[in-house]
Each structure stands twice: as C-alpha cells, then as structure tokens.
C-alpha cells in the first residue's frame, strides 16, 4: 500500500508549500512570517503562546512547583479572593506556605535554599529581593548553630567588589554574624551575577 506524502500547509492562508521549513520563514503566498515550534509550523500568535507555556513551565520547574500544584493553589486562590490571580502572586503565595512549614520544623538548611530560590525569583521579577536574601543567609547561620559551630569566615570569591573585598577573611563568632549580617553585602556594588552579592559563609573548626 503506498502512503501519500502528507502535503504542507501555510498554517496562515493554508496554501501548500513546496517544503517544510525548517526555521522562521515568510509564506511565498500570503507574505505572513511562518514558525516552526516542536516540530509544527505555527502562526505568530501560536509561537508567542507556544513560547509563554515553556517559559512558565521552566520558571516553576526552578522553583520545584508542579504544573498541577500550581494549578490546584490558583484555584484556590482564586475561589478565595473572587478574581483569577496572576502568577507571581499563586508562586508567592506557595512559596511562602513552604517557608512557613519549613520554619516551623526547624529545617533551618532546606530554609536556607528556599530562601535563596525566593530572593532569585524576586530579581527576575524586577521586585526588590535583598530581604529575601539576607534571610537566607540568617537561617544558613541558624542551621551552623544547631550544629555547634562558634565561628564562621566571611569569603569573597574572584571579582568581588571593593566592599565585599573588604570583608573577605573577616572572623566572627555565630552571634556576631547574626547580630550585624554582614553577609549578603549591603553594599556590593557587583552586577556581574544578577546584582546578588555573592559572599559566602564558611564554618570554621572550633578547635582554631
């Protein structure tokens, strides 16, 4: 049985094409630029959704959200408030919810992490994230001392800015550190990593 060769359409004015293109092209027929996403020739419109759908999938696959999660909480949500809320605002919302489970076992490390995902997402979002931040930092010590460290090293890796150099080495006991919160840098004026200040806190044996 011979198979006929599926013929290929301008998904604009349906005219067919003498071949499937294989990237961004303009029909020859209606002039309008042809797409080409997971494997189908798309319009505009259907490219920017296509393409809007993989960004939301990527950002709450960086934060560990599952698709039907977030769709359950924006649910909820929106069952609650009386409109359909927008996407930062059901991804804040579980955020949180999770730091609050966290904090209330003491997972001071996991809150650590979390935070610190948190601060990210606030940067990409174009909202001010140095809270965020330096909460990650704070609950890093919390975790050191659960642990029994005394002290902790203040290191400021290759390209650090003149501030956060000036803390590079720097010594202080467990308390010291959570009392002033030298790290995140206030001060750090390095736009190379996304504006995150990116001094780290490094326990030290307590036999030094």
């Known amino acids: 049985m011979l198979w006929k060769k599926k013929k290929i359409k301008c998904p604009y004015c349906q005219n067919i094409l003498e071949k499937k293109p294989s990237r961004k092209?303009?029909?020859?027929?209606?002039k309008k630029h042809?797409?080409?996403?997971n494997s189908k020739l798309v319009t505009e419109e259907e490219a920017k959704a296509i393409e809007q759908k993989?960004?939301?999938i990527h950002d709450l696959e960086k934060l560990r959200i599952l698709e039907k999660e977030y769709d359950s909480h924006k649910e909820k949500l929106a069952e609650k408030f009386g409109f359909e809320p927008k996407f930062f605002d059901v991804v804040w919302d579980m955020l949180n919810a999770r730091a609050l489970?966290?904090?209330r076992s003491r997972r001071f490390?996991?809150?650590s992490n979390l935070y610190y995902e948190m601060a990210r997402f606030l940067n990409e979002e174009g909202k001010d994230f140095f809270h965020v931040l330096q909460q990650s930092k704070e609950m890093e010590l919390e975790?050191?001392?659960t642990m029994g460290i005394k002290k902790v090293e203040i290191m400021c890796g290759p390209g650090a800015c003149p501030s956060c150099l000036k803390l590079n080495k720097k010594i202080l006991t467990i308390e010291e550190a959570l009392k002033t919160m030298p790290v995140p840098n206030k001060y750090c004026t390095n736009t190379l990593y996304d504006n995150f200040c990116r001094c780290l806190i490094n326990a030290k044996s307590n036999r030094e």
Request: glycine share 0%; aromatic share 18%; charged share 25%.
């Open 25 to 30: 092209t303009s029909c020859p027929f209606c």
């Open 34 to 37: 042809i797409y080409v996403k």
């Open 54 to 56: 993989w960004k939301f």
């Open 101 to 103: 489970e966290l904090a």
């Open 109 to 111: 490390s996991e809150l």
């Open 143 to 145: 975790h050191l001392k």
